[in-house]
């Protein structure tokens, strides 16, 4: 279990890294994932606490800065959903996080081992 957790924070730290040059953090992708997964009709308070794991209060406070900023939207039932702006940030910063964990993971494994992760990591996942 501590190799877990150690390979999951070097991995946090270097996704972190490469999304702060698009003002995010790994947790902030996350959430506008989930948004982006929901699609138009948005999440409910309660359901993206729900998904978030959180209370409605907690998930209210990671939502609201990113609605100021007009990356989370709310449709006419409240739901929150990403905005235009959300959208174009989520695709930005999904790629940086993509090239940057293909970047990482390169520098320690083989193109199979890659692979083989992969496929576990999608079973547990």
């Given at each position: 279990m501590i190799l877990i957790t150690r390979v999951n924070a070097e991995a946090t730290?270097?996704?972190?890294?490469?999304?702060?040059?698009?003002?995010l953090w790994l947790n902030d992708l996350s959430l506008l994932?989930?948004?982006r997964d929901a699609g138009a009709e948005g999440l409910s308070r309660a359901d993206l606490a729900t998904a978030l794991s959180q209370s409605q209060?907690?998930?209210?406070?990671r939502v609201k800065p990113m609605e100021?900023?007009?990356?989370?939207?709310?449709?006419?039932?409240?739901?929150?959903?990403?905005?235009s702006h959300g959208r174009a940030l989520e695709l930005e910063a999904s790629g940086?996080?993509?090239?940057?964990?293909?970047?990482?993971?390169?520098?320690?494994?083989?193109a199979d081992e890659i692979s083989q992760l992969t496929?576990?990591?999608?079973?547990?996942?």
């Open positions: 730290s270097a996704l972190d890294k490469a999304l702060s040059r698009v003002g994932g989930l948004l209060s907690q998930a209210l406070r100021k900023l007009d990356w989370i939207a709310r449709t006419e039932a409240g739901n929150f959903r990403l905005s940086l996080a993509a090239n940057r964990s293909e970047a990482w993971l390169d520098g320690v494994l083989d496929v576990l990591l999608r079973k547990i996942g």
